[in-house]
Structures are given as structure tokens and as C-alpha cells.
């Protein structure tokens, strides 16, 4: 049966990039996106060059508005409130019902929530969408005490952007250092060590109980010290947005589960991104993953498989992050059973790369070497083994290495 209409459900990277797609791999329907906030934005400036207010909303749209009449993607402002199977459509927040030959889940997550008293006041900030990072900006002014939980990639970026600001940041996490499984203990204690040369305290510890008096926060730690300050940000992760999923009777499992189409169990509907977890053919379920680029890859091979052709190939993980003026970049799996070589400069670690048994590469993460990832991504994607001593020698390109 030909296609001659789809909707998708969500307005970010996923869901933009499923309708990107579509057109460029030759889809004449109609299409349609539908999002409470319209036009679809890139979410990472939001910690980032957005909060600190060098791009503005605008700036970080993932495409012009002429764009979307260009191309006949029609963007709804809307809230899905129901998923409907027969016939199949969806219902909106206010009644309207929209019809489509096949829909794409683009529900993103949401941010977790800390679960002690007081995790769910008013008052405590979250960072996932626009309306949250223009909340965030209003209250950061010079001298703003700000108590970030969590020093992921999310608290270090809003941690770097705060102190830029003025604010004065603590930043609370109860590992020390964070980001091990991303990027290795080397770069992790590096990163990390940044926050302190910044100004901002870090501590390490879990919370146990947030309350405000007196128009200040208070956050009692588990070790029965307590932090005070003016705002608290929460930037644990999220949830998966899976509700609309789940009451439609579609499979899910901490994400909406997909075969390697980026299909549902009802094979009329599709899930990309974040809120997506795919089931591979021989039964595994995978870890669900929120790189930017995993948004990107499952946007691409859903709109290959929704019109009947090949799936793109798609290379390791990657991701990316800046804080306090440098950037990071990971690939691969840098948790991986084996063992580290260390590229240093200056005496100070600025690449790392995973090893396995047999001297393949698995993971590799670096500071401000992007050209050093990306070879990093090629050896690993095409299976090369590397000598290593040349791979920790830092006057050696990785890409002669990669060729």
C-alpha cells in the first residue's frame, strides 16, 4: 500500500531529522509534525550558547521557517493527548482528531526527577526544553548562589556557562569523578578538576532533602551537612517520554521498543530518539541511548524503512560536550573489558583510547582533539589494529594510523 501521509510526534532532532529525510529520500505525502513549541530547535545551545544568550531562538532552529513551507511540512502547535489505531491518527489536547497512513514517535524524555522530599518544588529547575532554559537564564545574575545536582554533561555545560554569568555554582555529584564510563578515569579527573580551577565548588555526595525558607534553598545532604543557596538545578537524566505509547498498548521497557526499523510493536507506528529502545533480531534489548547523534541516525533509518529502502549504515556512538572553554568528544564504548593507552600533552592526558584482547580499538575520547576522534571512529569502524605505541604518541596523527 502506498504511503500518502505521515504524522510525526515530537518536534525535536529525531523527529525533524525523520521529516528531513523523508523529503530528501523522495516522499511526496503530506507530512506533518506536531509540537507544543512549533518550529523544531537543536536542544544542546540550551546549556550552552543559548543560556548565555550569544544565540537566541532563532539561532538554534534546525531549520528557517522558509524551510518547512519548502519542503510541505506542515508544523502544528499542539499537544497529543491519545494515539489512535482504528483508523489510525491521533487526538490533540483539544479534541481535534488528525488521521495519517503511519505515525513516528519523536516523545523525547523528560528530565528525571530527584527522589528525595522537597526533589519536586516548584522552585527546583530542570533543564530539557526552551521554557526551562529561559526560566534558568532569568535567575542567574552576578553573585546568584546556584547549587547544580548532578555534574553530567548537562551540570558541567550549565555549570561553565553559570560562572560566566556571574553565579557563584556548587556542583554536587556522588561520584567523583563523574563521566568514567564516557571518556575513562583519565579525562574524567581531568574534566572534572576544570570546575575547581573555574571557581565552583565541587562536592561529592548525594542529597537527601530540599527545603526553601526564607526565599533560599537548603539542601541537606546524606552526611547530614547542608548546602544553602539561591536556586537548585536537577540534571540526573531523564525519563522517556513513553505514556502515549504505553496506553495505545505498544510494547515499552524504559523506552518505546523498536526492531532495527525503528518499528513498533504496532507496525504502523515507528519511535525515534531518546524515547526509542531497540530490540535487536536475536531478541537483545539494548541499552536505550540520548546522544544527539543517535537522534540523528534512528531520524534516518526510520524515514529509510518508512518508504521501503535501504538502512543507512550508521558508525560508533558518538557524542560531544564544552565546558570552561574546551570541548570533549567521545566514541565507541570507553567501558569496554580491556585496557587504556594514554596520548599525553604537556604531561597532562588529552586522548585516551580503549583497547580490547586483541589490540582492536573500542572506544576513544579526547579534549579538544576532534580530527583525533574522528580516526579514532574510522579504526574502530572498520576494525584496524594500531601499534600503540605510535597511538600514545601525540606528535602522531591518528589518521595515518586509521589508513
Known sequence: MEIASILIVGGGLSGFTVAQNLRSRGFTGTLGIIDPAGIPYDRPPLSKAYLLGTKDAAGIQLAPDAWFAEHRVDVMVGSVAKLLLEPLGVRLDDGRELLADRLVLATGGAARPLPIEGGDLDSVLVL??????DRLRSKLSEGTELTIIGAGLIGAEVASAAVELGAKVTLVDPIDPPLVPAVGPELARRLHDMHGTAGITTIQGAPARIVRENGKHLIEMA?????????????????????????AGL?????VVVDEHQRTSHPLIYAVGDAARTRTGSGELLRRAEHWEHAMNTGATAAASLLGQGLPQH????FWSDRHGVHVEGVGDMNAEGRTVLRLVDGAPAAAFRLGAGGNMLGAAAIDGGLTVKAARRIIDRGIIVDQEALADPNMPLKKLAR
Not at 510494547?251 to 523506552?255: L, S
Open 128 to 133: 530539557r526544553d526552551r521554557n526551562d532554559a
Open 223 to 247: 552526611d547530614g551537612s547542608v548546602i544553602t543557596g539561591d536556586e537548585v538545578l536537577v540534571g540526573i537524566g531523564i525519563v522517556p517520554n513513553t505514556v502515549l505509547a504505553s496506553d
Open 251 to 255: 510494547q515499552t521497557d524504559n523506552g
Open 315 to 318: 558508525g560508533a556512538s558518538w
